[in-house]
C-alpha cells in the first residue's frame, strides 16, 4: 500500500485480459513480430479504455503497466507528448478541435522534433514553417539533408498526426522555433500524404516495440490555424503576436516528460531489476559457507548483500522521489497556468538534473542486478535486458544526461551568483541560503538529519567551487563560453551534488512521515544504508575540505556493513512491497513462486532455434 495506492483495482481488470498476460513470448520474437504484437495490443487497450471508461492518465497508467510490460508503445509519445502538448500549447478552439479525436484514438500522434543533425540543441534545428498570407498557409520545409526529422516514436508506421517544431518564418524574418499540428497520413488509407517522405529508422538497441522514424517535409503546406496558438498568434494577414511570455513554454513538453521519467522509467525500471535479483538470489544456492552444510542461498553472502541491497535502497529512494517530482510537476504548472511564472526555471533545473541523475543510476543498477544474477542473468529469461535497453534510453531521449545535468548546473550558478548578491534562494534551493556546518556531526547513531546534512554541505561546497572556479577561469581571460566549456565537468558533478542530496532529503521526509513503527524502522535503515553508500562511493568529496574525518569515514564503513545483515531479514518482502506482477516483470529468475529451474527449462525447450528448420539442419547434416 506504501507504493501502489488507488492503482489495484485497474491492475487487477488488466490482469484478467488474457490478451495482455499470455501470448507469444517476447523473447522468441522478431523485431517486426514484436512490432505487431505491440499494436495488437495497443487496438485492445484502447478498446478496454472504452470498456472499462478509463480516461484518467493514472488510471491508464496502471493498465498500461501490464498491457506493455517493460517496453514503450506508439501510446507513450502519443499520450506523453502529443495530448499534453496540445492541451498546454493549444488555443481553447484548438484544444476542443483535436484533443477529444486524441484522447478517443481517432487520431494518433507523436511529439516530432529531434532531427538527423540536431538533438540537443533545439535552437539548431532546420525545419522551417514559412507563412504565406496569400493561401494563409505555412509551407514546412526540409531544406537539408540534416533537417530530415528523425526518432520521434510512432511516426515511422503508426501515427497519422504530429506536433512538429519548426522554425517560424514571416516575411524572411525568423520567429524562432514553435509547434505545429501536421496531419502526416490520410485517415481513409494510411498513406503519407503528398509532399512527405517518411518511414522507420531502424533496429535499435531496445525500444522494438515502437516504430521511431524519419520524415522529410517537401514544402507542404498546413493551414493557418495548425500553429498552436496559445502563447503566440499569426494572424491572417502575417501578422505576429504574442502574450508576454518566457519563450521557454514551447519546451514545455518536455519538461513534462523529464518530469514523469524519474517515476516511470528509473523508478520502475530499477524496482523490477531488483525484484528479479533479489528474489532469485534467495532462490539460488551456491558454494560452500561452512563444510558439510548445505550451499547457502546466495543472499547470504555479504557480497551479494553489498551488491544488491544499496541498490534496493536506491530503487526505494529513486521511486519516491519520482512521486515528488511528479506533485512538485503539477504543483508549478497549475501556477504557470495562473500566470505565477517565477518557479518555472527552479522546475526546469530540477526536473533536467533528477532526469539524468536518477536515469543514469538506475541504467547504472539494472546492469549491476543481471551481473549479480550469474550466467542466468545474462539469459533473457531473465528478463533483465529487456527491462535494461528499454529503461537505458532514458539517459539519451528527452534530453542526453550531461547536457540535462549542465541544465541544472545553471541554474545553480545563478541562484549561487544571486545568494553572493544578497538574494535569497527559495525551495529546492534554499540551503544556498543557509550557512552550513563546516564539520561533520555524524555520530554511530547516524540520524538521517545528520546524513542529509552531509549531502546538503557536499552539495553546497561543490557549487560554491564550481562557480568560484567559474569565475576564475573568466577572470584569466577567457570568454563566459570558453569557460563554461572549461568547467563543465566540475559543474556536472555539482549538478550531481545538489540531486543525490534532493533523493536523500525526499526519502528522509518520506521515513518521517510513515506512522508506523515497524515500516519506520525498516525505511531508516534503507535510507541510511543509501545514504552511507553514498558517502562512501564519493568519500573525496566529503573529506575533501576536511568535513568528515578518517574516524567518521571508518564508523560509515562498519555501520554499512552492519545494515548488509539487518536488512537480509526483510529484503525479500522489501521486494514484494513494490507489488509487481509476474507478468510486469516479465522475467522467470524473478517469479513470485520462486518456481526457476523447472521454468527455465520449460522456456528453453520452447525457444525457435529448438525447433525443425530446414536449413540449419542441412548445414549441421
Ligand atoms: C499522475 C499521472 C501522470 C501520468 C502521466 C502520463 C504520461 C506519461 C508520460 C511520460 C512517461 C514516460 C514515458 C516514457 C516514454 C517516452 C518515450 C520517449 C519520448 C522521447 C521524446 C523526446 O526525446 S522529444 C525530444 C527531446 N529533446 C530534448 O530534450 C532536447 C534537449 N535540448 C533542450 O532542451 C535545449 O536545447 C537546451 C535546454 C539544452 C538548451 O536550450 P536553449 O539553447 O534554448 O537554451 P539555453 O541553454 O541557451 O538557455 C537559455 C535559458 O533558458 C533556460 N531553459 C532552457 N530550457 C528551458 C526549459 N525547458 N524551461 C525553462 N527554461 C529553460 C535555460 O536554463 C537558460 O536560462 P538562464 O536563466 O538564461 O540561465
Ligand atoms: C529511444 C529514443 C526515443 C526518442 N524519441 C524521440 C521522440 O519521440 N521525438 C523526438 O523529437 N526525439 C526523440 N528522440 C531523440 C532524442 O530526444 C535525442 O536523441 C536526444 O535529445 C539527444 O540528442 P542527440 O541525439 O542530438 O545527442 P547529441 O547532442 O548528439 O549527444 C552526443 C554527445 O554530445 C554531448 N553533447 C551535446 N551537446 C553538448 C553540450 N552542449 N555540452 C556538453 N556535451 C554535449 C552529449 O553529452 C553526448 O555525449 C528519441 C531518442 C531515443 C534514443
Known amino acids: 500500500m506504501l507504493f501502489k495506492g488507488g492503482g489495484l483495482p485497474h491492475e487487477s481488470l488488466a490482469l484478467q485480459e488474457k490478451l495482455f498476460g499470455a501470448g507469444p513470448d517476447y523473447n522468441f520474437m522478431t523485431r517486426i513480430e514484436r512490432f505487431k504484437n505491440s499494436l495488437v495490443r495497443v487496438q485492445h487497450f484502447i478498446r478496454c479504455c472504452a ?61 516530432i522534433q529531434t532531427e538527423l543533425g540536431h538533438g540537443t540543441f533545439v535552437r539548431g534545428l532546420e525545419t522551417t514553417a514559412t507563412y504565406d498570407p496569400k493561401t494563409e ?26 506536433i512538429v517544431m519548426a522554425l517560424l518564418y514571416i516575411d524572411g524574418k525568423n520567429y524562432g522555433m514553435h509547434p505545429f499540428v501536421v496531419q502526416l497520413r490520410s485517415l481513409k488509407t494510411h498513406e503519407p500524404l503528398p509532399g512527405l517522405t517518411m518511414g522507420d529508422i531502424g533496429p535499435k538497441f531496445g525500444f522494438d516495440t515502437v516504430d521511431n522514424g524519419y520524415l522529410q517535409f517537401n514544402h507542404f503546406g498546413i493551414p493557418r490555424e ?122 526546469h533545473a530540477i526536473s533536467s538534473g533528477l532526469k539524468a541523475f536518477t536515469t543514469s543510476m538506475a541504467s547504472w543498477g539494472i ?48 541562484i549561487y551568483g544571486g545568494v553572493k548578491n544578497g538574494r535569497r534562494p527559495s525551495g529546492s534551493v534554499n540551503y544556498l541560503g543557509e550557512r552550513i556546518s563546516s564539520r561533520c556531526t555524524l555520530t554511530s547513531e547516524f540520524t538521517l538529519k545528520s546524513l542529509a546534512d552531509a549531502f546538503k554541505h557536499r552539495a553546497a561546497r561543490m557549487i560554491k567551487e564550481a562557480s568560484e572556479r567559474l569565475n576564475r577561469l573568466q577572470a584569466s581571460g577567457n570568454d563566459p ?22 533523493m536523500v532529503l525526499v526519502f528522509e521526509s518520506v521515513v518521517e512521515s510513515v506512522e508506523d513503527n515497524c515500516v519506520k524502522d525498516i525505511l531508516r535503515q534503507l535510507c541510511q544504508l543509501l545514504a552511507l553508500c553514498g558517502i562512501q562511493e564519493n568519500s573525496g568529496d566529503f ?61 528453453a525447450k520452447k525457444t525457435p532455434l529448438n525447433k525443425p528448420e530446414d536449413l540449419i539442419h542441412r548445414l549441421l547434416r
Not at 570558453?482 to 540531486?499: F, G, I, Q, R, Y
Not at 571508518?554 to 506482477?581: C, G, T
Open 481 to 502: 563560453e570558453d569557460s563554461w566549456n572549461l568547467n563543465s565537468v566540475v559543474l556536472t558533478k555539482a549538478a550531481e551534488a545538489h540531486c543525490h542530496y534532493y
Open 543 to 603: 573529506i575533501q575540505d576536511g568535513f568528515l574525518n578518517n574516524d567518521q569515514l571508518e564508523l560509515v564503513k562498519q555501520k554499512q556493513l552492519s545494515l548488509l545483515s539487518e536488512i537480509r531479514p526483510n529484503a525479500v518482502l522489501l521486494v514484494d512491497a513494490f507489488e509487481f506482477h509476474d507478468v510486469q516483470l516479465g522475467s522467470i529468475l524473478g517469479r513470485f513462486d520462486g518456481n526457476v529451474y523447472e521454468n527455465l527449462f520449460k522456456w
Open 367 to 414: 546492469e549491476r542486478c543481471r551481473l549479480a544474477c550469474g550466467g542466468h542473468g545474462y539469459s533473457a529469461a531473465s528478463g533483465l535486458p529487456k527491462i535494461y535497453v528499454n529503461a537505458t534510453g532514458g539517459c539519451t531521449y528527452e534530453g542526453e544526461n550531461t547536457v540535462m545535468l549542465l541544465q541544472c548546473a545553471r541554474f545553480l550558478m545563478n
Open 51 to 111: 470498456r472499462y471508461n478509463l480516461h484518467d492518465h493514472a488510471d491508464k497508467k496502471w493498465f498500461e503497466g501490464v498491457a506493455f510490460p517493460n517496453e514503450v508503445s506508439v501510446l507513450g509519445p502519443h499520450s506523453g507528448m502529443f495530448i499534453p502538448t496540445l492541451k498546454e500549447q493549444g488555443s481553447e478552439e484548438q484544444i476542443q478541435k483535436w484533443v477529444p479525436q486524441a484522447e478517443k484514438h481517432q487520431i494518433m500522434g507523436t511529439y
Open 226 to 347: 495548425n500553429m498552436l496558438m496559445k502563447y503566440c498568434q499569426v494572424l491572417k494577414n502575417g501578422t505576429y503576436t504574442k502574450q508576454t511570455r518566457n519563450p521557454k513554454f514551447s519546451y514545455g513538453a518536455m519538461i513534462f516528460v523529464r518530469s514523469m521519467v524519474v517515476y516511470e522509467v528509473a523508478g520502475q525500471g530499477l524496482a523490477k531489476a531488483c525484484t528479479i535479483a533479489i528474489r532469485y538470489s534467495a532462490i539460488r544456492r551456491q558454494s560452500e559457507l561452512k563444510k558439510s552444510r548445505p550451499e547457502p542461498q546466495i543472499l547470504d553472502y555479504q557480497t551479494q548483500q553489498y551488491k544488491l541491497f544499496p541498490l534496493l535502497a536506491l530503487a526505494y529512494a529513486v521511486w519516491f522521489t519520482g512521486v515528488r517530482m511528479k506533485e512538485i510537476y503539477f504543483m508549478v504548472n497549475n501556477e504557470i497556468k495562473q500566470g505565477h511564472t517565477e518557479r518555472l526555471p527552479e522546475l
Open 137 to 162: 498557409e505555412f509551407i514546412l520545409n526540409s531544406p537539408t539533408l540534416t533537417s530530415i526529422k528523425w526518432w520521434p516514436g510512432g511516426l515511422g508506421r503508426t501515427c497519422n498526426f504530429g
